[in-house]
């Protein structure tokens, strides 16, 4: 049964954006670089099932996600391509991976040894890619006795094959390349330790995609790009193809009216009219993920721009219109209305984070229309 969705705030995913997003990147890089669509936190906000089924019609060869159950979501919508789970897998998984035939990521040689009883039940072969933490300092091995360690108990573990073996950049937005460069010498070392090259060895996310091709090796794990959004503003200044946004946020004016000079709106009266105003009321508010921080920011109406008045409240907020407007009346907050738009990153500015922020923070309750 289809959910009911009585109120007019949506938030539109557009799918062929996404795929022609994958065909610009396929075409930007060489022939043999496969794309792995980064899918997690529920493709970043655009519904995870949905994009990853785009992604890889348009050409990705498989998809990533931060945790098993996200890639157990996946597998239950129906995704049937390789899932790699970027994140660490708590080895209670490792035979339930192996059953889905999902790919974990494992960086130490503990992990290996403490599945091999579980896994001995079970056919075939657990796929892993080893993490090497070149710099990021967040998980993966980082000497070569770990290295040597893991690869004894794989061969000990005898259920366990190497798909591939990868990295993740921490500055690859930044406009200074040495770190980014560093961390591909320092991966680079590993790799070349490993007695067999992997299927895949990986290393780029969307920053690296886009400002380093010739680190894109085996495959490029490409994430707030797939959904047509720059990860920085630096990137955003150097882009090799042009990104096509998938996401829009939208409702109706609910409420409509005339105040007199000295009008104060919403909790704590913070705005007070200094003339007659039109204000309208929208139906979004930061348990939607609009957050607080963002009254004075300005939404589009008619193709203009204007400001969010007062305090955003849960559900709900006040702009103040240029002139009287009829109940019904389309506002964007996130999107374009004819020469004027705006973009998660003008959030991300306004709020002093990132745009990958905002996204994530678009609420369930805002339902994703694709
Ligand atoms: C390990 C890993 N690879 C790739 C990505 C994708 O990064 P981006 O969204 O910047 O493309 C992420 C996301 O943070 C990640 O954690």
Not at 35 to 58: N, Q, S
Not at 145 to 167: C, K, W, Y
Not at 305 to 322: A, E, H, N
């Amino acid at each position: 049964m289809k959910e009911a969705n009585y109120r007019p705030t949506v938030a539109a995913v557009k799918l062929d954006a996404i795929k022609r997003n994958v065909q610009n990147l396929k075409a930007y890089l060489k022939e043999n670089t496969e794309v792995i669509a980064v899918v997690k936190a529920d493709g970043y906000g655009h519904g995870d099932v949905e994009t990853a089924r785009a992604a890889l019609e348009a050409g990705a060869a498989m998809v990533a996600v931060a945790t098993p159950d996200e890639a157990l979501r996946l597998r239950e919508g129906g995704i049937s391509a390789d899932i790699l789970v970027m994140g660490p897998s708590p080895e209670e998984f490792a035979a339930r991976a192996l059953q889905e035939n999902i790919i974990v990521t494992v960086s130490d040689a503990e992990w290996v040894a403490n599945t091999a009883e579980e896994l001995q039940v079970i056919p075939g072969k657990l796929k892993i890619h080893v993490k090497v933490d070149s710099g990021m300092g967040r998980i993966g091995l980082r000497s070569e006795d770990q290295l040597h360690s893991l690869l004894d108990a794989v061969d000990r573990h005898g259920r366990i094959e190497i798909d591939g073996v990868f990295t993740h950049f921490a500055c690859a937005d930044e406009p200074d390349p040495s770190r980014t460069e560093e961390q591909f010498r320092t991966f680079m070392k590993f790799v070349d330790l490993l007695p067999i090259r992997p299927r895949l060895v990986h290393a780029s996310n969307s920053a690296a995609t886009l400002l380093y091709p010739d680190f894109a090796l085996d495959a490029v794990r490409f994430g707030i790009s797939l959904y047509g959004v720059a990860p920085s503003p630096y990137t955003n200044t150097k882009l090799p193809f042009q990104l096509e946004r998938a996401m829009t946020i939208e409702t109706e004016l609910a409420y409509v009216k005339l105040l007199p000079k000295g009008s104060q709106i919403s909790y704590g009266g913070t705005y007070e009219t200094s003339e007659d105003e039109w204000i309208g009321t929208i139906p979004i508010g930061y348990a939607d993920g609009l957050r607080r921080g963002l009254g004075g920011h300005e939404v589009l109406i008619q193709g203009k721009r204007m400001p969010i008045v007062g305090t955003i409240c849960m559900d709900q907020c006040m702009v103040k219109l240029s002139h009287e407007l009829p109940i019904g009346e389309r506002v964007t907050l996130i999107g374009r209305q004819g020469e004027e738009e705006i973009k998660f990153e003008e959030w991300a500015a306004a709020l002093g984070t990132i745009p990958y922020e905002i996204m994530v923070s678009i609420s369930k309750r805002v339902p994703r229309i694709h």
